[in-house]
Antibody, heavy 124, light 111 residues
Framework: EVQLVESGGGFVQPGRSLRLSCVGS????????MHWVRQAPGQGLEWVSG????????GYANSVKGRFSISRDNAKRSLHLQMNNLTIEDTALYYC?????????????????WGQGTLVTVSS | QSILTQPPSVSGATGQRVTISCTRS?????????IHWYQQLPGAAPKLLIY???NRPSGVPARFSASTSGPSASLAITGLQADDEALYYC???????????FGGGTRLNVL
C-alpha cells in the first residue's frame, strides 16, 4: 500500500520560513515525479510545485516562484518544500502527491496518490 | 481566475444522472495534455477518478464516466448515491504557464 506522510506544518508569522517534508513508502520512490498541492481553508486545489524523479525537472506555481524550493532525496524516499517569506495567503493544507510518471510535466501523468496533508497557518 | 472553468455546484436526486463540465482556455493548453478528474470526499484527500479523458482507475465504479470534446471535458455520474456528495476537480497541464492547473472545483449535492 502506498503511503505518503507529510510533516513540518505549523503556525508561523508572516515573513518567516517553514520546511515541509514527506516520506513515501509502498512504492519505488525514485521512479516517480512528486508534487506539492495545497488547499486553503474552504477553497479549491492549487498545484504548488513539482519535481521529476531525478530532480532534473522542476516547476513552481507563479504564486510561490522565488519563495519556495522543492527538493528530494531518493535514498531517504523523501520530498521537501522549503517555504520562505511566507504570507497569509500561503495558509493551507499542503498535500504531498505521487505522480504516475518520471517527469514533472509528462504528458498523460496523473496525480495518483495523496498524503493526508500538513497544515500551514501563517498569521501574526 | 482558474483557466479550467467548472460550475461551482451541481445537484441531482438519488438515482439520477448529473454532468460536470470543465472548459479550458485552448490557447493555454497543449493538445497532448489530457484532462483528469479527481474526487474529494468531505474531510479526505483528493482521489484520482478519471484519467486521460475517459479511463477509470481500478476500483472506480462504472457509474463514473467522462468525455472530451475540443477544449471541453465532461464528467458524468449516473445512479447518484448519497456518498457521491463531494467536490470534483478537473486538471490539466498549462504549457504556457508551465504549470499543472486544477479547475475551481464543483460541489455535487445529492438531494
Amino acid at each position: 500500500e502506498v503511503q505518503l506522510v507529510e510533516s513540518g506544518g505549523g503556525f508561523v508569522q508572516p515573513g518567516r520560513s517553514l520546511r515541509l517534508s514527506c516520506v513515501g513508502s509502498g512504492f519505488t520512490f525514485e521512479n516517480f515525479a512528486m508534487h506539492w498541492v495545497r488547499q486553503a481553508p474552504g477553497q479549491g486545489l492549487e498545484w504548488v510545485s513539482g519535481l521529476s524523479w531525478d530532480s532534473g525537472g522542476v516547476g513552481y506555481a507563479n504564486s510561490v516562484k522565488g519563495r519556495f524550493s522543492i527538493s528530494r532525496d531518493n535514498a531517504k524516499r523523501s520530498l521537501h518544500l522549503q517555504m520562505n517569506n511566507l504570507t497569509i495567503e500561503d495558509t493551507a493544507l499542503y498535500y504531498c502527491v505521487q505522480a504516475s510518471k518520471l517527469g514533472m510535466a509528462s504528458s498523460g501523468a496523473t496525480f495518483d496518490n495523496w498524503g493526508q496533508g500538513t497544515l500551514v497557518t501563517v498569521s501574526s | 481566475q482558474s483557466i479550467l472553468t467548472q460550475p461551482p455546484s451541481v445537484s441531482g436526486a438519488t438515482g439520477q444522472r448529473v454532468t460536470i463540465s470543465c472548459t479550458r482556455s485552448s490557447s493555454n493548453f497543449g493538445s497532448t495534455y489530457d484532462i483528469h478528474w479527481y474526487q474529494q470526499l468531505p474531510g479526505a484527500a483528493p482521489k484520482l477518478l478519471i484519467y486521460s479523458g475517459s479511463n477509470r482507475p481500478s476500483g472506480v465504479p462504472a457509474r463514473f464516466s467522462a468525455s472530451t470534446s475540443g477544449p471541453s471535458a465532461s464528467l458524468a455520474i449516473t445512479g447518484l448515491q448519497a456518498d457521491d456528495e463531494a467536490l470534483y476537480y478537473c486538471q490539466s497541464y498549462d504549457t504556457t504557464l508551465r504549470a499543472w492547473v486544477f479547475g475551481g472545483g464543483t460541489r455535487l449535492n445529492v438531494l
